[in-house]
């Protein structure tokens, strides 16, 4: 397990810092979508809304229910960007769920979730692969910045290769297609993107030794500067059959030994567990793709 200790910074940090504040600008401004059009407000009993002409999604949680949407469109590989605001203040219990899933019983799934806090404590960022209903392949970290006092964004993307999780167009953690070695990878199902706030005091904040404040409810995180250049499946066709990889670059996109030196700095400064390193709960061997 990695540790989070607040080492000095370096050159190197402060131009992986700098490139993060221009990704945000970037995708902010290139990005024109419409909430109403991209999502469906699924729960919650009008504690999710649409907001400024579609421009803002805030989802909300109190003491009787939390909140959550989908996506309308179905994808099959794509990059997915969203910025969100997480719940500011004494979040400790809450849980933003944010992620790519299909339906059944052997369903894919590709998470983001941020599991709230005390005040002033960092929110720890959870993610996970889950591939024929099979998952367990957590990796978690903090920040390096507060991801309650503005918009950051959140970027998943998913091809044959690999799936790349990205904080502000800096890669945190790749999970390779490693078939070849008989590990299990999303590629045949289309999935939804869904969000959803909702209280897990019983595991969520120090394994459930903090519990939900409920007087600092409703709890609220924000959404905005949705972009998805993916693939939509509608009838059982894609929307990228006849789409060449010059115009999709994300379809045959890796990491490159630069953004393999964000991962590798991001992993070493932020990184607070990591399955792959985890000998006591997989006493018979770790998986076979961490050998990788």
């Not at 709230?116 to 920040?143: A, I, W």
Request: aromatic share 12%; net charge negative.
């Amino acid at each position: 397990m990695a540790s989070s200790s607040s080492s000095s910074s370096s050159s190197s940090s402060s131009s992986f810092l700098m490139v993060s504040l221009l990704a945000v600008v970037l995708i902010g401004v290139a990005s024109a979508s419409n909430m109403y059009n991209d999502f469906d407000i699924t729960w919650g009993d009008g504690r999710g809304k649409v907001l400024n002409n579609g421009e803002l999604l805030t989802l909300s949680l109190d003491k009787t229910s939390g909140s959550g949407f989908k996506s309308k469109n179905e994808y099959l590989f794509g990059k997915i960007d969203m910025q969100l605001k997480l719940v500011a203040g004494n979040s400790a219990g809450t849980v933003t769920a944010y992620y790519l899933s299909s339906q059944g019983a052997t369903w894919d799934e590709i998470d983001f979730e941020f599991l709230g806090n005390l005040s002033g404590d960092p929110y720890t960022v959870h993610t996970n692969v889950f591939s024929q209903g099979k998952g367990n392949r957590e990796q978690q970290f903090h920040l390096w910045f507060d991801p309650t006092a503005d918009f950051h964004t959140y970027s998943i993307l998913w091809n044959l290769h690999g799936i790349i999780f990205s904080v502000d167009n800096i890669p945190i953690r790749e999970f390779k297609n490693s078939e070849s070695i008989g590990v299990l990878f999303p590629k045949n199902q289309p999935m939804r993107i869904y969000s959803s706030l909702w209280n897990a005091d019983d595991w969520a904040t120090r394994g459930g030794l903090i519990k939900t404040d409920w007087t600092n409810a409703p709890f609220t995180a924000s959404y905005e500067n949705f972009n998805a250049d993916a693939c939509v499946i509608s009838s059982g066709t894609s929307s990228c059959g006849s789409t060449s990889n010059n115009e999709k670059y994300w379809l045959s996109q890796e990491l490159d030994s630069t953004s393999q030196e964000k991962v590798t700095w991001v992993q070493k400064n932020y990184m607070i567990y990591n399955y792959c390193t985890d000998t006591k709960r997989f006493p018979q061997g770790l998986p076979k793709e961490c050998t990788i």
